[in-house]
């Protein structure tokens, strides 16, 4: 755990199905049009006669996509409550992230972020690389739920929530492209000082 607030680590969070990734997909999809270089991935749920029955990962920058989850006993997969999670997802994730960073990304998208991390296990590898990438803009997805743990665990500044009930997409896309902005600035006045 880092001992100062993360500055650029943004929560995006809501309840269960309350439509965490189709927000983040959303900002995404605003954040790209504004030419941003985004990494990382969103867990898109898929569902059978009303249930949620699994997750596909998918990777940002590809479109690639590979089954993250199922309710369905697989061989080989992690059971976590009533998910099999499959551990190759957890690996492939982590390659495209750790990929996107050797890009110099201006953003890292992880969808999601609880429990399974809170307990070290699904993306904790890739988190514990993020928290210390603080030259790096990051949003994580997080149910309501998990938020007080996911804050204190990582440090997160209770100004960098976004419930996606009150926030609009092309608002925040625009908050976090001029943050973007200032804190290159900054680092390019830093430079300047340096030299």
């Known amino acids: 755990m ?3 607030l993360h500055p650029n680590i943004y929560l995006i969070t809501g309840k269960v ?4 990734t189709t927000f983040l997909s959303e900002l995404v999809e605003q954040l790209k049009k504004e030419e941003l270089r985004i990494t990382g991935f969103l867990s898109r749920g898929f569902f059978a006669n009303g249930e949620r029955t699994g997750f596909t990962l998918e990777n940002l ?3 690639e996509q590979v089954p ?3 309710v369905e006993e697989r061989e080989g997969w992690l059971k976590f ?3 099999y999670f499959n551990p190759m997802a957890f690996k492939l994730g982590e390659k495209w992230v750790s990929s996107g960073l050797s890009q110099r990304p ?4 992880i969808d999601e972020v609880g429990p399974l991390e809170l307990e070290e ?5 890739v988190l514990k690389v993020l928290e210390g990438r603080v030259d790096v803009m990051q949003l994580w997805i997080v149910r309501d739920q998990s938020i007080p743990a996911v804050k ?4 997160i500044y209770e100004e960098n929530i976004f419930l996606i009930k009150s926030t609009d997409p092309s608002k925040l896309s625009e908050a976090l492209r001029r943050k973007l902005i200032n804190d290159e600035a900054n680092n390019y006045q830093s430079d300047d000082a340096s030299n």
Not at 106 to 109: A, E, P, Y
Not at 121 to 125: S, T
Not at 152 to 155: C, E, F, G, R
């Open 2 to 4: 880092l001992n100062d």
């Open 17 to 20: 199905q309350e439509g965490k």
């Open 61 to 63: 920058n590809t479109g």
């Open 68 to 70: 993250m989850a199922t």
């Open 81 to 83: 409550r009533r998910f």
């Open 106 to 109: 201006d953003l890292v998208v």
């Open 121 to 125: 296990k699904g993306w904790w590898n």
């Open 152 to 155: 204190k665990k990582w440090n």
